[in-house]
């Protein structure tokens, strides 16, 4: 049985920061990329970040270049999202993903139930 269970969301001021977590169990997690994506209220979910089997490769989406750092720790089968000056715009539910081999996407072979990122201003 696969799982992945984010942690780590809350409520915080602008300029804050959070660390997102994601452990993942039932799977050979050193087989499948990890990522992060979000969704906030009334808009579709969007691509945050991703990271490949290694840690060696990652990539960002625009809006959080220089923010936001994925990392993953595959001896304890986790992947991190450090979140640094934190905007209201990235107030969203942040989705843990993982693919067999590749980037995720929104093809992704799994996903996490969801940790909500509140961010006041």
């Known amino acids: 049985q696969v799982q992945l269970v984010e942690s780590g969301g809350g409520l915080v001021q602008a300029g804050g920061s959070l660390r997102l977590s994601c452990a993942a169990s039932?799977?050979?997690?050193?087989?499948?990329?990890m990522g992060w994506f979000r969704q906030a209220p009334g808009k579709e979910r969007e691509f945050v970040a991703a990271?490949?089997?290694?840690?060696?490769?990652?990539t960002y989406a625009d809006s959080v270049k220089g923010r936001f750092t994925i990392s993953r720790d595959n001896a304890k089968n986790t992947m991190y999202l450090q979140m640094n000056s934190l905007k209201p715009e990235d107030t969203a539910v942040y989705y843990c993903?993982?693919?067999?081999?590749?980037?995720?996407?929104?093809?992704?072979?799994?996903w996490g139930q969801g940790t909500q990122v509140t961010v006041s201003s």
């Open positions: 993903a993982a693919r067999y081999r590749f980037y995720p996407s929104t093809r992704s072979d799994y």
């Open positions: 039932g799977l050979t997690f050193t087989s499948y990329g």
């Open positions: 990271i490949n089997i290694s840690g060696g490769s990652t």
